[in-house]
Nanobody, 121 residues
C-alpha cells in the first residue's frame, strides 16, 4: 500500500509559479514509477511528468521547459515546479505511483486526492 497526499495548489496569475508537493508513505521501496497527471474540466486526465526508477524524467510537450519534476527520496517527497503558468494549465493535479512487488508478482497503481491549480488570465 502507498499513500499519496498532494499540496501546494492555488490561484496564480498568468506567468506566475507554483510548486506542488506530494507526500509519499507506505511501501515506498515497491514504487517503480511516479508521475504527475492533471485533469481540466470536461477533459480526460493527462500525463504531465513522469520519473521511473533509473530513468530520466519525461514531460508532456505542453509543459516542457516550464515544469520540473523532482523526487526527494530522503524525505519521501515528489515535487512539481511549475513556472510561466498559462490559463490552459488550470486543472486538478494528481500525484501517481506505480508499484511492482514480487513473491507473488503484482503491480498496482495509486492516486492522491488531487490539488486544484487555477491560472487567471
Amino acid at each position: 500500500q502507498v499513500q499519496l497526499v498532494e499540496s501546494g495548489g492555488g490561484l496564480v496569475q498568468t506567468g506566475g509559479s507554483l510548486r506542488l508537493s506530494c507526500t509519499v508513505a507506505g511501501s515506498i521501496l515497491s514504487i517503480h514509477r511516479m508521475a504527475w497527471y492533471r485533469q481540466a474540466p470536461g477533459k480526460q486526465r493527462e500525463l504531465v511528468a513522469v520519473i521511473a526508477t533509473g530513468v530520466s524524467t519525461d514531460y508532456a510537450d505542453s509543459v516542457k521547459g516550464r515544469f520540473t519534476m523532482s523526487r526527494d527520496n530522503a524525505n519521501d517527497m515528489v515535487y512539481l515546479q511549475m513556472n510561466s503558468l498559462k490559463p490552459e494549465d488550470t486543472a486538478v493535479y494528481y500525484c501517481y505511483a506505480f508499484t511492482i512487488t514480487t513473491m507473488p508478482f503484482k503491480t498496482e497503481e495509486y492516486w492522491g486526492q488531487g490539488t486544484q491549480v487555477t491560472v487567471s488570465s
